[in-house]
């Protein structure tokens, strides 16, 4: 049997890796931290199940859901754009519901490049980003996030001849896995770069809500008003913690809109309609629900650290996401994945290796704050002794 060359770079996967390990752990009867995956575990909203449940009855939702049956769930993502970053769109072309954010990512690469054609990827970033590219036979160039650069790409570090080969350029700010976010001038400064090579910007924004000083973070939109090369993806995973209902949207540039809107042609249907109106009712509602959130994982972030602190291993503190992104001891400062497996058949804990988000992730690891406050102490307590063993 004989299997295409664009499945090549997706055979080698660190996470898969790890997955062996915790099955491997569990089976010998070790009970496992999982701090590895950055899914919530904090229930979705009774008031968003109740509209979910509700439409079960109506015989209507039932059919397949074509584009115009979203148009109540892409107007309710016009008025959240407005209120929230007071950027207006047209839910007719601007606006597209998603199977969550990632479809976009992953399909968008397949509207936009042709083969060996370069994608500006963040290193480290977020894996699927860089699986989309590899599935429309593209490569990537991955634009190195340095500590002393507050993890923001360099954008004149790119080389011209790449350059000359690229298509698109993908950011996400606030960052997984760095924790890092990025302010409105930096986004215009990449919408000024994009402008003038004649690159698409995508900004996946799925930690849009999940920052802690009571700030909102800038959309990509904001900073390209006229919505003249960009595109950008939002989930409900994180924010109202239906990671299950696979649920999210696409807002930009009509272009690239209708480009993406015809790759999901072939694809995919959208959401059963149930789902959209559980969606609509997160969207219109008050933030009440989000700084439950919010305050839930603020919470866990500043005792972690504190715990971490304990044991000797100092975090910095993140401004934003789910996550700590840590440096490594001195004798696993270049195998985050031996750290981790070692971790985890010592102790039960596992983390996710930075080496999995890229070359550049490589000297740390990323912490997903999943579990309650005195798990996550726990977690911690086992760590230290793993560290001084």
């Known amino acids: 049997m004989q299997f295409a060359d664009r499945l090549q770079p997706l055979q080698s996967n660190v996470f898969a890796?790890?997955?062996?390990?915790?099955?491997?752990?569990?089976?010998?009867?070790m009970q496992v931290i999982d701090l590895s995956l950055g899914s919530s575990d904090l229930p979705t909203d009774a008031f968003i199940l109740e509209a979910i449940a509700e439409a079960l009855k109506d015989a209507t939702t039932h059919g397949y859901s074509l584009f115009g049956s979203t148009l109540d769930f892409r107007e309710a993502v016009v008025a959240w754009m407005l209120q929230k970053f007071?950027?207006?769109v047209d839910p007719e072309t601007e606006v597209l519901p998603l199977i969550g954010s990632q479809e976009g990512t992953a399909h968008l690469p397949l509207a936009l490049l042709n083969p060996n054609d370069f994608a500006l990827l963040q290193d480290p970033g977020y894996p699927s980003h860089y699986g989309g590219i590899h599935m429309a036979s593209g490569q990537v160039y991955g634009m190195p996030l340095f500590a002393e650069n507050n993890f923001l790409p360099v954008f004149a570090d790119i080389?011209?001849?790449?350059?000359?080969?690229?298509k698109m350029m993908v950011l996400s700010y606030p960052h997984n896995p760095t924790t890092a976010t990025a302010s409105l001038e930096f986004f215009q400064s990449a919408v000024k770069f994009c402008q003038q090579h004649d690159l698409t910007l995508v900004h996946d924004f799925p930690y849009v809500d999940l920052v802690f000083d009571g700030s909102t973070p800038p959309s990509i939109l904001q900073a390209d008003r006229d919505l003249s090369v960009s595109i950008e993806f939002f989930t409900m995973s994180k924010s109202f913690n239906m990671g299950g209902f696979r649920v999210g949207f696409a807002v930009g540039n009509r272009q690239l809109i209708k480009a993406l809107r015809q790759v999901k042609a072939v694809v995919d249907f959208n959401q059963y309609q149930g789902i959209m109106r559980g969606a609509i009712k997160a969207l219109a509602g008050d933030r009440a629900p989000i700084d439950r959130v919010v305050a839930t994982f603020q919470e866990r972030r500043d005792v972690m650290i504190e715990s971490l602190k304990a044991i000797g291993w100092q975090i910095p503190n993140p401004a934003a996401t789910m996550y700590l992104w840590g440096k490594l001891p001195d004798r696993y400062a270049h195998n985050?994945?031996?750290?981790?497996?070692d971790l985890i058949d010592s102790t039960g804990v596992a983390l996710a290796p930075g080496a999995g988000f890229g070359k550049h992730g490589e000297g740390y690891v990323r912490f997903a704050l999943v579990y309650p406050t005195n798990i996550l102490q726990e977690a911690a307590k086992k760590i230290g002794e793993f560290l001084h063993q």
Not at 17 to 29: C, H, L, P, W, Y
Not at 336 to 341: A, I
Request: with cysteine.
């Open 336 to 341: 985050s994945v031996k750290f981790c497996l």
């Open 86 to 88: 007071g950027v207006k």
């Open 17 to 29: 890796d790890m997955d062996i390990a915790k099955s491997r752990v569990k089976a010998n009867g």
């Open 159 to 166: 080389p011209k001849a790449v350059l000359a080969q690229s």
